[in-house]
């Protein structure tokens, strides 16, 4: 090889070799003979090599023509595969979106999410990873993630963080307990109870103790579990009261054994965001998963796509 060829002149190639005619191959793609002949006599440069070997009445390959043109046709397979599959991307058909999300936020919010994805592009296969905040900004950071929604807060150079939506932290009580025939509960009580919850490392008991903490407030911790599902069922039994983001008990109804209670004198309220890499490509996937964010959060703010 010479010099480059392009797939103009492997499409000549092809059909020159199945036509047998520099003639009949223009007429079939739509060019002028001159143009087709100086194709190949272009192709025939790079190579190096004649391809054809001109006859009175048609043109044949030669054995470097019968080599390229074999490859020719799998190159040419290769683009018309290549231009199916893009074009199955742009129309959502096939593709491959990862998110990464928060225990809190993938429990009580975004299954449902999850679903309705699914069921408007099935062809979409998507990867969810579950983690804590740390975790998921380093999988994002790393091209591991596409994107990945926290309730937590956090900031690093060249991660993009779009705010969401906010909830408010509450009191639960079980139906035994006195703090459940309460409507809401003052900053300075909260200490003269016992509490059941989440572990100091996790995301949402930092964000509590740090805004308690601005208040001059250290709950009475008695037991810490690992899961808000957990917390709730002892809960239950009346013997301990928690604090929980208020989307882990909005499911939940007035026979459910669970008594809500508002949180007065604090602003207990915490920001959910989806984060991605600042230089990262919005795929036609993430942006369909964007676009259901909006849809269901129109206070979210600016998303990408």
Request: hydrophobic content about 40%; aromatic content about 6%.
């Amino acid at each position: 090889m010479t010099g480059y060829w392009t797939l103009d002149q492997l499409r000549a190639l092809v059909e020159v070799a199945r036509t047998g005619s520099f003639t009949r191959a223009a007429e079939s793609l739509a060019l002028s003979q001159p143009a087709v002949s100086v194709q190949i006599r272009t192709l025939e440069q790079a190579v190096g090599l004649q391809l054809f070997e001109r006859r009175p009445r048609n043109v044949v390959l030669t054995d470097a023509g019968r080599i390229l043109e074999r490859y020719a046709r799998q190159i040419l397979k290769m683009e018309a595969e290549f231009a199916v599959e893009i074009s199955d991307l742009q129309r959502l058909e096939r593709g491959l979106l990862r998110v990464g999300a928060g225990a809190t936020p993938s429990i009580f919010t975004l299954s449902g999410l999850f679903a309705e994805y699914y069921r408007h592009w099935p062809g979409v296969e998507l990867q969810v990873r579950i983690g804590r905040t740390s975790e998921l900004v380093s999988h994002v950071m790393e091209d591991e993630l596409d994107l990945a929604i926290i309730a937590s807060e956090t900031s690093q150079d060249g991660l993009q963080r779009i705010p969401i939506y906010q909830e408010r932290c509450v009191a639960i009580a079980g139906a035994g307990h006195p703090l459940a025939a309460r409507q809401t509960i003052s900053l300075p009580e909260l200490p003269k109870h016992r509490f059941v919850m989440l572990p100091p490392d996790s995301g949402f008991r930092r964000f509590l103790n740090r805004r308690l903490g601005e208040h001059g407030i250290t709950i009475n911790v008695a037991m810490e579990l690992s899961s808000l599902e957990s917390i709730k069922e002892v809960v239950r039994t009346g013997v301990l009261v928690s604090i929980v983001p208020e989307t882990a008990v909005s499911g939940e109804t007035e026979h459910s054994g669970l008594s809500t209670v508002a949180i007065a004198g604090a602003e207990l309220v915490r920001q959910t965001c989806a984060i991605q890499r600042q230089d990262k490509y919005v795929s036609q996937a993430m942006k369909a998963f964007y676009g259901l964010i909006r849809e269901r959060w129109p206070e979210a703010g600016p998303l990408p796509g």
